[in-house]
Nanobody, 122 residues
């Protein structure tokens, strides 16, 4: 099993920044990809960003590209999502996930964190 613990959500004004963290523990040797997803009220969970375990490959959904940065601290088994130039439409519960595929599809990730709320006020 893999355990994921997220932190760093909160309330921020439009244009502001937040950094989310996700610490992985347990059978981390089984992880190839760490991903961030988000789910707004009444909407499906959507892909935000992903990074491979070594941190050498990362990509983003178009709506956050250039504003969000995913990174990984290999010594701490922790993935970060630095969010800048936040917009009200970024408001959602953000989840980190771990899986063995480099996928943007939520169902391909067997391990999930508890979620952290990000609210961007206009």
């Amino acid at each position: 099993q893999v355990q994921l613990v997220e932190s760093g959500g909160g309330l921020v004004q439009a244009g502001g920044s937040l950094r989310l963290s996700c610490a992985a523990s347990g059978r981390t040797f089984s992880i190839y990809t760490m991903g961030w997803f988000r789910q707004a009220p009444g909407k499906e969970r959507e892909f935000v960003a992903r990074i491979n375990w070594s941190g050498s490959i990362a990509d983003y959904t178009d709506s956050v590209n250039g504003r969000f940065t995913i990174s990984k601290d290999n010594a701490k088994n922790t993935v970060y999502l630095q969010m800048s130039s936040l917009k009200p439409e970024d408001t959602a519960v953000y989840y980190c996930a771990a899986g063995s595929e480099f996928s943007s599809i939520p169902s391909r990730y067997p391990y999930w964190g508890q979620g952290t709320q990000v609210t961007v006020s206009s």
